[in-house]
């Protein structure tokens, strides 16, 4: 009678080994990042928010370099935005706060990595260039500079020695 | 009529005179029997030291009595008490030996004579450490101070002879670190850019003003102990920071002392194609002026 009604514990067992064995490679997907050259990241970029100057630093004629690691996740949304590297904590704030609006590029819906998620670093100067407060995108300022052309170190031409 | 006595002294004289006429021949440096009133007052000491090889690179440390010949690397530390030079260096060598200790890099002290000697061995920290006498290592050390890096078999592969520098110092400590290092190490970047130590630095820049530049990723740099002001710029945002934050007036110093050679070979490129004047500085193994190492035969 008992028997009947409770199945038999090796089946039990199965069960929860097919089930534990069936969610691993969804589980792994999701929470793997891939890391992403400065450059591609940025190029990705489809909508991009430069953070505010502080009128706090204005005033006190400061200026540095902010750099922050962003993880996107495969529709293109920030997840997350975390300092590496700051001369000011409003600074920071203003950074975190402008790039969490950014856009980008979504992974193809075909595509064998469609669950990774990308993360990549994000570099702003904070400048007051003859007075003016200025805020560079450093990583687009040099994909610019190559004409708009995605660059990594290995691409770069040496110079004859 | 000469007496017996005068004799005698002019014959003890004479063989004071051949003594220090050998010692010039064989290459000794006088200073170390002078130094050393002792040794020089034992004659049979003295006699083998005179018989040994120099403890120039190649020659071969009996590992006996060093005791270490299973481990890849040690390093002999030659000291004296009565040596000027080892008493000020003695504070960098209680340090060198502790942090050995730490690593696990086998260090043996030679003192002319450890029984003797035995309350410097201690001041120097060497408890625990492997002390022998000079004669026992079967080479003639070139000098006091002096520190031999030598393989399990051995063989001197390359030594710091004098009171160190700053410079020895950081190496020295580098060294110990990474004994594999200094001896694997190529003398230049696969680009055929030269590696200078910080040692040699002063003379190639001729005065030169320079930033040493560090491209170590940030938690690494953090966690690695500097003796010297550095610009820690992670190499894959290099090319992005170098125009704003490095001043193109002055040579830049890409610090490779901990960075693989392709690391480092990167960081000079991408400085070099930004129109930087670069020197790649490698603290962790080149040659000295006072020192040598196996691969440049010095």
Not at chain 2, 150 to 172: F, N
Request: overall charge positive.
């Amino acid at each position: 009678m008992i028997n009947s009604l409770f199945p038999k514990p090796r089946l039990i067992g199965c069960c929860l080994l097919g089930g534990l064995l069936s969610s691993l490679p969804a589980a792994a997907q999701s929470d793997t990042v891939a890391r992403y050259p400065t450059a591609a990241l940025r190029a990705e970029a489809t909508v991009t928010v430069l953070p505010t100057y502080p009128q706090d630093m204005l005033s006190l004629n400061k200026g540095g370099l902010v750099v922050v690691r962003v993880t996107v996740a495969p529709d293109g949304q920030v997840q997350s935005v975390q300092d590496l590297e700051s001369f000011d904590a409003v600074a920071s704030h203003s950074v975190r706060a402008a790039v969490s609006q950014w856009r980008f590029r979504a992974t193809p819906k075909e595509s064998p990595l469609r669950e990774l998620r990308r993360t990549g670093k994000l570099l702003f100067l904070f400048r007051l260039a003859d007075g003016h407060p200025t805020v560079i995108d450093l990583v687009a300022a040099d994909i610019e500079a190559h004409g708009g052309k995605v660059t990594t170190m290995l691409s770069r031409s040496s110079p004859q020695p | 009529m000469t007496s017996w006595p005068s004799i005698k002294h002019k014959a003890t004289e004479l063989a004071l005179v051949m003594v220090s006429t050998a010692l010039m021949v064989a290459g000794y440096e006088g200073a170390i029997a002078l130094a050393h009133r002792r040794v020089s007052a034992e004659p049979s000491g003295l006699q083998k030291l005179l018989d040994f090889a120099p403890m120039s690179i190649g020659a071969r440390v009996s590992m006996d009595a060093v005791g270490r010949g299973r481990d890849s690397y040690a390093f002999i530390i030659v000291v004296s008490p009565d040596c000027v030079h080892c008493r000020a260096a003695a504070p960098f060598f209680r340090t060198l030996i502790g942090e050995a200790g730490r690593r696990g890099v086998p260090v043996a002290l030679a003192l002319p004579d450890r029984v003797r000697d035995k309350s410097f061995a201690t001041t120097l920290g060497a408890r625990g450490v492997p002390v022998v006498d000079w004669v026992e290592l079967g080479v003639k050390p070139l000098g006091t101070p002096m520190i031999a890096l030598v393989d399990a078999g051995g063989t001197v592969l390359k030594y710091w002879a004098g009171e160190p520098s700053q410079a020895a110092k950081r190496e020295l400590m580098n060294a110990v670190r990474q004994p594999s290092a200094i001896v694997n190490r190529p003398r230049s970047l696969p680009s055929g850019q030269p590696m200078v130590a910080e040692s040699d630095l002063q003379g190639a820049l001729g005065g030169f003003p320079v930033t040493i530049v560090n491209t170590l990723e940030r938690p690494l740099f953090r966690g690695t102990r500097y003796d010297y002001p550095a610009v820690n710029i992670p190499l894959d945002e290099l090319r992005f920071r170098s125009r704003q934050e490095l001043d193109p007036a002055k040579t830049q110093v890409v610090d490779c002392t901990f960075l693989g050679i392709a690391m480092c070979d990167r960081t000079v490129n991408e400085l070099r194609v930004d129109g930087f004047r670069v020197v790649a500085m490698d603290n962790s193994g080149s040659a000295e002026d006072h020192g040598g190492t196996k691969e440049d035969g010095k």
